[in-house]
């Protein structure tokens, strides 16, 4: 059996070494990414990263200063918005409120040569795909949030664009409504095979939905990888402090070998990280640090037998969240380098029936090399 991954598909989006100014303001500084048919990529970033820009570069809705942006192979330098593949749906939906919720999915078919009961029965399917069917006659007004979003859904999908750009399409929905509609929006994506680009600066939406991340700060791409490699090893220390929580510890180096690098770190001890967890990228940091995350390790019963190798510590904090709780952990040792004491949060299911054990217990944590990374 082959399995065809998006990495086997032909590139939809090209962009080389984009750059884009406001006047004297970079916003772009060298964008160079390819993102492939059928992909589901997202730009994600904090606020004023660039992101929206480089969305609207692709779409035609921005200029940029120079580089290359191609679609399906095509420079689209001096190709306006109109005339590109590309479909964009907005976070505040643009729906026409005076409007059907047909008439709104049908908007952009005006111009559409085909009979009327054709484009009727376009506007049907498009509706069936987002969940609408049957809505075709109801005022757009009187549409929830969700349902508005699908209706702005389905108006982009008829035009059976190439590529979707997706501006922070869920921001406005309330929290379930937003999981729900994350949900939803995979499915769509799969189901229809077109390429969805997302701006979001919310790193779980990101993480749930995307084959790929490109991760931005200040115009720049630091970096672009699949949500669990992103998520198991951070390029920067920035982006593993944007992307989840995770705890840091500085480290001596020892030596550097073919499996990996050796450390001293307090309360880990010399410890060898193997060399996929080491980033050599870690600007603006005082010096080598070693980062894990708060679910990478585990606390140990009273009477539970350790695998892998074990440090005691003492349980500083206690945040109970129901399914799970947070452990703030001095480990033994720890102020062994500067004095200075820090605990790490380590998260663990809660087992139903055991009790979660008290600020100030004496506790053993349970670790391996290989969920440690270092940032050099
Ligand atoms: P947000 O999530 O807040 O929308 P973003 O990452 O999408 O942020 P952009 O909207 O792309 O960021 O903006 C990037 C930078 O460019 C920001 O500093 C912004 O102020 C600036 N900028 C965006 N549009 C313009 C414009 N039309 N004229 C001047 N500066 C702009």
């Known amino acids: 059996m082959s399995v065809t991954t998006t990495q086997d598909r032909k590139p939809m989006i090209e962009c080389r070494d984009v750059h884009k100014y406001y006047a004297d303001y970079h916003a772009l500084r060298g964008i160079d990414l390819t993102i492939r048919e059928g992909e589901f990529f997202s730009l994600l970033g904090p606020s004023g990263c660039g992101k929206t820009t480089l969305l609207r570069t692709i779409a035609g809705f921005e200029d940029i200063s120079s580089g290359v942006v191609l679609i399906d192979g095509q420079d689209m330098a001096g190709v306006p918005a109109n005339r590109r593949p590309t479909n964009m749906v907005f976070q505040s939906y643009a729906i026409f409120p005076h409007l059907t919720v047909a008439e709104n999915v049908g908007f952009g078919l005006r111009r559409d040569p085909r009979s009327s009961a054709e484009k009727a029965k376009a506007v049907e399917e498009a509706l069936e795909m987002v969940g609408l069917k049957g809505y075709g006659k109801r005022a757009a007004h009187a549409l929830s949030g969700g349902q508005r979003q699908r209706v702005a859904l389905a108006r982009a999908l008829i035009l059976k664009p190439k590529v979707l750009l997706l501006d922070e399409p ?47 700060f200040e115009g720049e791409i630091a970096q672009l990888d699949g949500p669990e490699a992103l998520y198991a090893r951070p390029a920067s220390r920035r982006v593993a402090d944007f992307i989840g929580v995770m705890n840091f510890l500085p480290a001596h180096v020892i030596e550097e070998t073919a499996e990996g690098v050796r450390v001293e770190t307090p309360g880990f001890g010399v410890v060898t990280i193997p060399q996929r967890n080491v980033s050599r990228s870690n600007p603006g940091d005082a010096g080598p640090m070693i980062g894990f995350r708060p679910e990478g390790v585990s606390l140990l019963a009273a ?57 100030g217990t004496r506790t053993r944590i349970s670790w391996s090399e290989g969920s440690l990374v270092l940032f050099r």
């Open 170 to 216: 869920l921001s406005a929905l309330d929290r379930k409504m937003r999981e729900q509609m994350q949900v939803e929006l995979i499915k769509l994506q799969r189901q229809v095979g077109i390429t969805f680009v997302l701006v979001t600066h919310d790193q779980e939406e990101a993480l749930v939905m995307s084959d790929r991340i490109a991760v931005m």
């Open 303 to 359: 009477n539970q037998p350790a695998t892998g190798r074990v440090t005691g510590g003492v349980i500083d904090e206690v945040v109970y969240y129901g399914d799970m709780t947070y452990y703030d952990v001095r480990l033994d040792g720890s102020a062994r380098f500067d004095g200075v004491s820090r605990p790490v949060r380590i998260s663990m299911r809660n087992v139903f029936g055991r009790d979660v054990p008290d600020v």
